[in-house]
């Protein structure tokens, strides 16, 4: 780590935020106007929940689920047509089946666990390659890429956070409900505020964004111009 906020000889910019803040999306096009590589670190654990359900492993085995994390044989596939990356688990296309709110929710009940937290550090830390990443998750900028240049924090209100992701799943083609909606993601947040291991929280050094009035578009250069000023 060099004093420039260069890691391994790639910049790392952090997106950190509660469900529904539209960090996905706009890292996903941040990533592709910098022609930089993009770390969905929700898939991850969206991934080791999917697997233990597969694999009947209980939610509270933490010895059963940090090992299933160590040897997640887990695929991220960029897809030429523009339509975003294909994701496999053990061989199996579940691009679309790991965004459910249970898959979520499922998430985030193995993410609390730190034994699972540690299984999947180095996999994280190996999404990082010149020229840069753009890191999405809870704890980028507090535990996986401390040091990263650039670190944002977003959020929305609640209201706004359960609006898009309804429509969000609605356009998935998924079931979608707006009270369950509002209740799971207040349980989320709950939950992945209040954990002891990596709780939901903004880096000392981050720049807070509230995303509940402005578009994506407005975000997206919002942040590229912070990136802008402190890279020249
Ligand atoms: O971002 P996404 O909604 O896909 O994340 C699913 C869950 O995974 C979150 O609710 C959170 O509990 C967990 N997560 C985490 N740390 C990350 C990314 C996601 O704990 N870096």
């Known amino acids: 780590m060099a004093e420039s906020g260069i ?17 996905g999306t706009i890292s996903r096009l941040l990533a592709n106007e910098l022609g930089w590589r993009f770390l969905d670190s929700g898939a991850l654990y969206r991934l080791v929940g999917l697997a233990a359900m597969s694999h009947a492993i209980a939610f509270d085995d933490e010895r059963g689920l940090a090992t299933l994390a ?40 193995v993410a609390a666990i730190q034994a699972v937290r540690d299984a999947l ?8 390659v010149a020229p840069g990443l753009i890191a999405d998750g809870r704890d980028m900028g507090t535990v996986i890429f401390p040091d990263a240049r650039l670190k944002i924090f977003l959020t929305a209100s609640l209201e706004e956070r359960a609006s898009r992701r309804y429509k969000q799943l609605k356009q ?33 050094d981050a720049v807070s964004i509230d995303t509940s009035n402005m578009s994506i578009d407005e975000v997206v250069a919002k942040v590229s111009d912070l990136w802008q000023r402190i890279s020249v």
């Not at 596939?77 to 061989?91: H, N, R």
């Not at 550090?121 to 990082?128: I, P, T």
């Not at 505020?193 to 939901?200: G, T, V």
């Open 7 to 23: 890691e391994d000889g790639a910049y790392v910019i952090t997106i950190d935020g509660p469900s529904g803040s539209g960090k």
């Open 70 to 109: 160590a040897h997640l044989d887990v695929e991220f596939v960029s897809d030429d047509s523009g339509s975003g990356t294909k994701i496999f688990l053990e061989g199996e296309e579940v691009t679309t089946t790991i965004r459910s709110e249970a898959c979520g929710n499922n998430a985030s009940k």
């Open 121 to 128: 550090y180095e996999r994280q830390r190996a999404f990082l």
């Open 172 to 204: 998935k083609g998924l079931d979608a409900n707006l009270s369950a909606l509002l209740e799971e993601l207040a349980e989320r947040d709950e939950r992945d505020m209040n954990r002891s291991s990596a709780p939901l929280v903004a880096a000392d």
